[in-house]
């Protein structure tokens, strides 16, 4: 059986309710409890690395994730990340830049509602995403309302939906179907594990409405 590594981070899939709103607060074991099929596919190690909302991360944070990902490709078949949606496509953007040429499945995920919640979306997209991680995928990846898309292409659109990501300007890496995964786009990758753990802050970014609205219109 594969052995996968959930890394938890935060966000809105691990949040409980509380007079200040949502915070983080609930374990990676707590998550893995709610998607009991996921026994079949494969054995979980937890590993809490980050307890925050998306919203607040910073460079050196992702320099946490890349880390982690990097000190658990040695002994795992595959990695899921759980991340906050609100800056996710960025951590998985930025993440498959300090780590090339991955050759296993490394998937973040993330929901609109806290997993507790009635009808979470956390439930279908965290299964889904120990689907990926199991299978034959290799590189970075976010799995997200039966989407699969590549790291460097997400893109977050919808605050309230649960189809929050489009894939930009690029195909989607595969499917769902009768319950499992279909993989269309696997990259053809080298064996050389390239891994810089390096980030600049000095950037300064500008935003464009003109920008989003010539590709969303
Ligand atoms: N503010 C949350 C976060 O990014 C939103 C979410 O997870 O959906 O952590």
């Not at 199991?134 to 659109?157: M, P, Y």
Request: aromatic letters at 10%; proline letters at 3%; a negative charge.
């Amino acid at each position: 059986m594969k052995k996968i590594l959930l890394l938890t981070t935060g966000g809105t899939i691990a949040s409980v309710k509380t007079d200040k709103g949502l915070v983080p607060g609930l374990s990676g074991e707590w998550l893995v409890e709610k998607i009991p099929q996921v026994k079949t596919l494969c054995e979980i190690t937890v590993k809490p690395i980050l307890n925050i909302d998306s919203s607040n991360m910073s460079s050196s944070d992702w320099l946490v994730i890349a880390n982690a990902i990097h000190e658990g490709l040695d002994n795992f078949d595959g990695i899921v990340i759980t991340h906050g949606t609100d800056t996710m496509s960025y951590t998985t953007s930025i993440v498959s830049y300090m780590l090339r040429n991955l050759n296993k499945p490394v998937v973040f995920t993330g929901s609109q509602l806290p997993i507790d919640a009635e009808g979470s979306d956390g439930v279908i997209n965290l299964f889904q995403s120990f689907q990926v991680a199991t299978s034959d995928f290799k590189g970075i990846c976010l799995v997200f309302n039966g989407k699969i898309i590549k790291g460097t292409r997400a893109f977050k659109i919808h605050s309230i939906s649960e189809d929050a990501f489009v894939s930009c300007n690029y195909p989607y890496l595969g499917k769902f179907q009768d319950g499992k995964v279909v993989l269309e786009q696997n990259e053809e990758i080298s064996d050389n594990l390239e891994f810089s753990p390096k980030v600049c802050d000095e950037v300064v970014f500008v935003k464009s409405n003109t920008w989003y609205k010539a590709i969303y219109s």
